[in-house]
């Protein structure tokens, strides 16, 4: 991380690493720790902006790192004065330093390097706001590399096709130097590649790889130094380590750890969901929240709509706490999750995609909006003439229903449960408990997709049942 020294003496030197950020740098042998030697140190920044001086912090000998953080407003010009009493055997002596320099503009030191790591569209979406925000002319960081996963097959046609966020990066011209797609996070190239460039911060949002120790160690940010701040204008001493990697997660946590948490949110019916920003820890999205936002998922929301409104309020909330991150202090303030109200959310399998008719009318609707991008949902249906043989066996893609609630199937035979009722504009199918699935979109196979009523004009006459 590049920084500016702005004063330096015989005991000490003073690095100012942020427009609000400086480090106050004492020598070891300017204090001369020795056996049941007890040191006392206090800071204090005075500026032509403050109208008194303001303690910064105060620390004991047993935690003294030799370096220490002082915080200020962004100011033309800062002083600071530090008191050292050594006391060792009953004698004391005292050390008297004072710091000063004019700091103007052009002093400041470079941006923070950040690192964003994601694949699909939305993701795409969360860089987009952050080079957004990186290019303001306040902005305090700048994305520094991008990380995806590598091109993959897609289509009919299993061309190579490279991630949507990567198509961003190249497009938005981020040297295709820094633009990395490691098949694994923790492949030894692809982390040296990271350590060389130094970043301070890695943000994640559906990245899609499993982020190892090794990496979550690159970061300055992840490096576990001692910090000390001011609370409500008393000064207390606080050992936090700070973390490197914060991630987008879209769940109110502790809520859909796991891979498919909206999926899964709209699958079990859930009114309500939310988006979170955490620090990243081994465990999976197991790391202290920095802040979270509810959101209420409406009855007919699919997933794919719902993830982008998520992760748009979620990259909102960032840019939000990323002073604080950078700062270190969100470190300090940020919850630790409530481990026995954990849910899982684990990935969608394409054996889920196939729909029960069994079931109740609203779980399958619910499955229809969960499932809407991938894998998708079908089921099996045969298509009948007049004389009740089976003309055509098809799988159908099922887009878009609604469970009806103005009729009922109860008191029909077994024979007519079977049989999909055809109205002018949906198809219905009887569904468990007698409920009622009005089917409003499909696909058939090798076609386009398209309305109920455009199937049914199709049909000519014919009927559909669903295949036993």
């Known amino acids: 991380m590049e920084s500016k020294l702005l004063a330096a003496s015989r005991v000490g030197s003073v690095e100012l690493i942020s427009p609000s950020l400086a480090i106050l740098h004492l020598h070891s042998c300017s204090l001369s720790l020795r056996g049941r030697a007890h040191t006392r140190l206090r800071e204090y920044v005075t500026s032509p902006d403050q109208a008194t001086t303001m303690s910064v912090h105060s620390l004991s000998s047993t935690m003294l790192q030799h370096s220490s ?48 790591l994601g694949s699909p569209k939305v993701a795409a979406a969360v860089l987009d706001q952050l080079l957004i925000a990186a290019h303001a002319e306040t902005s305090l960081f700048e994305v520094a590399a991008v990380v995806t996963q590598p091109p993959a097959p897609k289509g009919r046609g299993q061309k190579l096709s490279i991630a949507p966020v990567a198509e961003l990066a190249l497009e938005k011209k981020i040297p295709e130097s820094r633009v990395f797609w490691p098949q694994r996070a923790g492949e030894e190239a692809f982390l040296q590649q990271l350590s060389d460039l130094g970043p301070d911060l890695c943000i994640t949002a559906s990245y899609g790889n499993i982020l190892p120790k090794r990496f979550l160690k690159i970061p300055v940010y992840g490096s576990g130094r001692i910090s000390w701040f001011v609370h409500a204008e008393k000064v207390q001493l606080a050992k936090t380590f700070r973390q490197g990697t914060v991630n987008i997660h879209p769940s109110l946590l502790p809520l859909y750890r796991g891979a498919a948490p909206v999926q899964r949110a709209i699958e079990d019916g859930a009114c309500e969901t939310g988006v979170t920003v955490a620090f990243t820890v081994r465990a999976l999205d197991a790391g202290p929240i920095i802040t979270s936002k509810a959101m209420r998922i409406d009855d007919d929301i699919k997933a794919p709509e719902l993830l982008h409104q998520l992760f748009q309020e979620g990259v909102h909330l960032l840019l939000r706490e990323l002073p604080s991150i950078l700062n270190g202090t969100a470190a300090q303030h940020a919850q630790e999750q409530d481990h026995a109200r954990v849910t899982h959310a684990p990935k969608v399998t394409v054996d889920e995609a196939w729909l029960n008719f069994g079931q109740p009318a609203i779980v399958l609707h619910n499955k229809v909006r969960a499932f809407a991008e991938w894998p998708g949902t079908k089921a099996k249906f045969q298509a009948t003439n007049a004389s009740g043989e089976v003309t055509q066996e098809l799988d159908l893609k099922i887009l878009t229903t609604k469970p009806r609630i103005d009729i009922s199937a109860e008191g029909s035979s077994d024979h007519d449960k079977h049989l999909v009722r055809q109205e002018k504009s949906s198809l219905l199918v009887i569904c468990g408990g007698d409920s009622i699935l009005e089917i409003l979109e499909l696909q058939p196979p090798g076609k386009r997709i398209m309305s109920a009523k455009d199937f049914i004009n199709g049909l000519r006459g014919q009927k559909l049942r669903v295949a036993v």
């Open 69 to 116: 953080l002082l915080r200020f407003s962004q100011i033309s010009s800062f002083k600071v004065c530090s008191f050292v009493k050594h006391q060792y055997y009953q004698q004391s002596t005292r050390f008297n330093v004072c710091f000063s320099s004019l700091c103007p503009s052009s002093c400041l030191p470079t941006k923070k390097k950040v690192v964003f």
